[in-house]
Every structure is written in structure tokens, then in C-alpha cells.
């Protein structure tokens, strides 16, 4: 088994979410850490995802990564959390993110903040340590009466997803592991990982005990053309369509870049997410408009190709590798030239 790898059960848009049972068998059979489930409100809903990946298998970590905590009263992710927790005998990771302010917007929803995640991490601790909580009034909300069980004593980790400084300093301080932005360059990467563990030291923690995966795309040439152009060109396309900003900056690429990306007619008629519902003609055509440089940053080539790239993920200072946006079945050859790799 691979403790320092992962992947996504049902990576990217799904319309069957029965899929995931033969997937985290799949991904539990090639030796893989931990499976991620990534929550969209539609068949994607996190907390009946987990249930049924932990309890069709019997080894693997199942975690999200992530959920927001302001879609649920914390009573009900609490529950959730440790439900799951007993049923797959420890393997479930409880991983939160922010989420799209836009998105809750529309929903009536406030903007998730660092303050909230933070306040809302404390909140579930100490409903996992059995405390009854009264007259909470903190970022996360006001409740007058926090209680499970008292008999509790869940020792459940948590994850963050983190992009900024500000939520990766979080995570250090917080939270047990964090997850990585896909499309981080090099640089970032070391760069992110550096501002979490010394977070971690500040806050009195080991910086050691916090893990970092990198979410690196890692899509062979082993896979049909059409599968590649979506699963690179489309899904970093869907990134900046939403965060584009953000990326853009954090990645110290060039903004001007952006701005011509999001002026091209064929992306600003987009009506949703490209990785989604652009044709391969479309994809074709959004490839031209982003820079080599900006697609490189990914597993690509051979699967031996691929199993050095995440290798080097690992060497640039990242404890664990997400291979992303693949299934399982799309990473077998990748994980057996890793294997093979590092056997030698």
C-alpha cells in the first residue's frame, strides 16, 4: 500500500454516482492511501458519497475534501463525521473548504472566512471530545446548546483545503492535513508547504504531524486523446473561469494572459463549467489560448513519465500526492510505473 498517494472518486461532473462503488474497490485494490470525494450539489453529495465508499471497503482512507460547513448545522456535520467514523473503523478524514462565494450568495448563504473555518474546526473537536457547548456566540454562529454525546472520545482528523496564505496558515495552525490547489506550480508548491509547517511550528504544533498533499493533475498519454484535452485544457479552463484571480496570482503568472483568455468570445459564451459542457472543437480551441507553461504543470507523457512527475512532488516537499483528475482505473498503469520506480 501507498499511504503517500491518493486519487478522486468520481473525478470532475458525474451523472451515476453508483460509479463509486467499483471505484474506491479499484482504488483500495491498487494500493492507494486515501480516496477523496469532492462535493457538488447535485449527485455529488458529499455525505452520502462517503457512506457508501466506507462501506464497501475495507482499507482505504475515505475522506472529502472538501464540504463547507455552512451548508450543515454543525450537530449534523458533527453526527455525520462520526457516523462515518465508526462505520469504516477510523478511516475518514473530515475535509472543509471554502467554497464559492457567488454560489452561496445565490443560496442566501453568508461568504465562508478563515475566522469561520477556524471557530467551526474548535466547534467539532470538542463535540468529537463528548463537551456540551453553551452560549457559543463566535464567527462561525450563535448557539445556545452543542451537544452529542458525552461518552464521546472521536480522535476524527481534519482537513482544509487551502489556496490563500491566510487559509494554508490556517491549515498549519488548525487543522491535521491540508490539501493543495491543482495547477500549483513548482515554486508554489514549495512555497505553500513552507508557509503551512511554519504555521504549524508557531502554533506550538510539530510541523511534521501536519500533512501537505499536492492535488496534482496527473493525466497520461496513455488516455484517449479526447479524455485528455477535457481533463487538462478543460478543467484548468473551469479553474479560471471561477478563481482565475486567485490562481493567476498565486502562481505569479502573468495577468494580461488571463484577461485575453476571458475576452475570447468562445469563453465568455460559456454558460457553466468548461470542463462540463464545452465540445472537443471548444476545447481545441481554449487550448490555444493558455500558455504551455500554464499546462505543464501536471503529470503528462508516459505512465513512467507521469510516476517521475508525482515523484518529484513528493521530493519538492509535499508529504502525500492527490493523482487528479483521473479514476482509478485511468491511474493503474501510473501507479504501477511508481511502484516499479521505486523499487529499483
Same mark, same amino acid.
Given at each position: 500500500m501507498n499511504p503517500e498517494l491518493g486519487c478522486y472518486l468520481l473525478a470532475g461532473a458525474a451523472d451515476d454516482p453508483r460509479r463509486i462503488i467499483e471505484e474506491v474497490r479499484l482504488a483500495e485494490e491498487l494500493g492507494l492511501g486515501t480516496a477523496f470525494i469532492s462535493e457538488r450539489f447535485d449527485v455529488k453529495e458529499a455525505v452520502t458519497l462517503s457512506g457508501a465508499a466506507g462501506a464497501v471497503s475495507e482499507r482505504i482512507r475515505i475522506a472529502t475534501a472538501a464540504t463547507n460547513h455552512n451548508t450543515r448545522q454543525p450537530i449534523v456535520t458533527a453526527a455525520y463525521a462520526t457516523t462515518i467514523h465508526r462505520l469504516t473503523r477510523g478511516r475518514f478524514m473530515l475535509g472543509l473548504g471554502r467554497g464559492g462565494a457567488r454560489a452561496f450568495a445565490a443560496w442566501g448563504l453568508p461568504?465562508?472566512?478563515t475566522a469561520q473555518l477556524e471557530d467551526f474546526a474548535g466547534l467539532m473537536r470538542r463535540l468529537w471530545r463528548?463537551?456540551?457547548i453553551r452560549d457559543h456566540d463566535g464567527?462561525?454562529?450563535r448557539y445556545p446548546r452543542l451537544r452529542l454525546d458525552p461518552r464521546f472520545a472521536e480522535p476524527i482528523p481534519l482537513g482544509l483545503v487551502a489556496f490563500g496564505p491566510q487559509t494554508?496558515? @490556517?491549515?498549519?495552525? *488548525?487543522?491535521d492535513e491540508v490539501v493543495l490547489h491543482t495547477y500549483f506550480t513548482d515554486e508554489t508548491l514549495v512555497r505553500s508547504v513552507g508557509v503551512v509547517k511554519e504555521a504549524a511550528e508557531r502554533a506550538g504544533r510539530d510541523p511534521a504531524a501536519v500533512r501537505v498533499w499536492s492535488c496534482y493533475a496527473t493525466i497520461g498519454d496513455h488516455l484517449p486523446e479526447g479524455r485528455r484535452l477535457r481533463a487538462t485544457v478543460g478543467r484548468l479552463a473551469t479553474y479560471l473561469q471561477i478563481y482565475g484571480d486567485l490562481l493567476v496570482a498565486t502562481n505569479?503568472?502573468?495577468?494580461q494572459l488571463l484577461t485575453r483568455?476571458?475576452?475570447?468570445?468562445?469563453?465568455?459564451?460559456m454558460r457553466g463549467a468548461i470542463d462540463a459542457i464545452a465540445t472537443d472543437a471548444q476545447l481545441e480551441h481554449i487550448s490555444g489560448l493558455l500558455?504551455?507553461?500554464? @499546462?505543464?504543470?501536471? *503529470?503528462?507523457?508516459s505512465a513512467q513519465d507521469c510516476a517521475k512527475s508525482v515523484r518529484a512532488q513528493l521530493d519538492l516537499g509535499a508529504d502525500a500526492v492527490i493523482m487528479h483528475g483521473a479514476t482509478p482505473a485511468e491511474l493503474a498503469p501510473v501507479i504501477a510505473a511508481y511502484r516499479a520506480r521505486n523499487s529499483r
Open positions: 461568504p465562508v472566512t463528548g463537551e456540551t464567527p462561525a454562529g494554508l496558515a @490556517l491549515g498549519g495552525r *488548525a487543522f505569479r503568472w502573468d495577468p483568455f476571458r475576452a475570447d468570445p468562445v469563453v465568455a459564451g500558455p504551455e507553461e500554464w @499546462l505543464a504543470v501536471a *503529470a503528462r507523457g
